[in-house]
């Protein structure tokens, strides 16, 4: 049974930091990009961040670019998502994504995306 178990969501003040953490099983971790989405209330699933099956290569939307890096173990089978300098437009829902094929998750093809996780909220309070 496939898993995608986000941790590390809650609230933080602007300009704080957060680490999100994705823990998967059930599939071949070290075979699949992984990647972020969020939803912000009232907005549709958007492409935060995604890495290659071996972390080689990243790729982060330009809204959080220097500010969120997007790394992977693959002996934990764990992918993470620093946040630093949090502002109130990156409060929403973050999910994990699993994509065999890497190019769905940069294109931010929500769609196409093969496993998601169940998400875990971030507010970030101004």
């Known amino acids: 049974q496939v898993q995608l178990v986000e941790s590390g969501g809650g609230l933080v003040q602007a300009g704080g930091s957060l680490r999100l953490s994705c823990a998967a099983s059930g599939f071949t971790f070290s075979g699949y990009a992984m990647g972020w989405f969020r939803q912000a209330p009232g907005k549709e699933r958007e492409f935060v961040a995604s890495?290659?099956?071996?972390?080689?290569?990243?790729h982060i939307v330009d809204s959080v670019k220097g500010r969120f890096t997007i790394s992977r173990d693959n002996a934990k089978n764990t992918v993470y998502l620093q946040m630093n300098s949090l502002k109130s437009e990156d409060t929403g829902v973050y999910y994990c994504?699993?994509?065999?094929?890497?190019?769905?998750?940069?294109?931010?093809?929500?769609?196409?995306?093969?496993?998601w996780g169940s998400g875990t909220p971030v507010t970030v309070a101004s």
């Open positions: 994504a699993a994509g065999v094929r890497g190019w769905v998750l940069e294109a931010g093809r929500a769609n196409d995306v093969d496993y």
């Open positions: 890495t290659t099956w071996n972390g080689a290569s990243v």
